[in-house]
């Protein structure tokens, strides 16, 4: 099983062949939530590992907008992409706004949640990690509490 096709926060497609090959950090973000910060360790950590899409490279981190935690992503596509640029920086895209619990629960959570490794659970809260290999597989879920620089989940990206 591969990746689903995916959306960038713009509206435009993110196409698998730009992800090929690549490991992924997939996140779950907010920007009302008290775990925003780590927008700033994510932005170290692409900084560290990641390339831009454009530029060859074995890894990035890709955001996905979540509102369905407590309302805490209420903000339209672009009031998003200017808040992670201007307040944190952010280089990594962002996909589109997605849910990833419940009967509308997108396409890429439905496969990242329903790998092995995603253990068929709800997504806690914002901030969840799941680190996908370079062949589109799902290795391993954090907790949006662990840290993006915690030594376990830079262990899981580097393999």
Sequence with gaps: MSLPDLVRLDGSPLPASALA????????????CGLTPQYTELEALQQQ???SLDQPGDFTVIGVPCNQFAGQEPGTAEEIQTFCSTTYGVSFPLLEKQDVNGPGRSALYRYLVGSDAGGGEDIEWNFGKFVVDGEGNVVARFAPTVAPRDPALISAIQG
């Design 21 to 32: 090959g690549r490991t992924i950090l997939f996140v779950n973000v907010a920007s009302r």
């Design 49 to 51: 590992l990641g390339a």
